[in-house]
């Protein structure tokens, strides 16, 4: 593998971390419960974070994953 495929497998990988760094966060603090209580209309109520919920985020997580693969293929196609 050249390098230029290699530093682009690296930085995918990376932002690939960087998501799900942020996501786990994100997940973290919306089952801890909040420190300074808040008065919130009942339109602004947060959701509660679901099974459902989880697995919809793993579907637009596969699928992140395919498309990213299929665009460094397409970049090797190019390249080669």
């Known amino acids: 593998m050249g390098q230029p495929q ?3 497998r690296r930085a995918a990988a990376e932002a690939f971390k960087q998501s799900l760094d ?4 994100t997940l ?10 808040q008065t919130l209309r009942p339109e602004q109520t947060p959701k509660p974070v679901t099974d459902r919920a989880v697995q919809f985020d793993l579907s637009v997580w596969e699928e992140a994953i395919a498309d990213i693969e299929e665009f460094i293929q397409q970049r090797q196609t190019e390249q080669g």
């Open 6 to 8: 290699q530093d682009i």
């Open 22 to 25: 942020q996501l786990q966060h």
């Open 28 to 37: 973290e603090s919306t089952q801890e419960p909040s420190k300074s209580p």
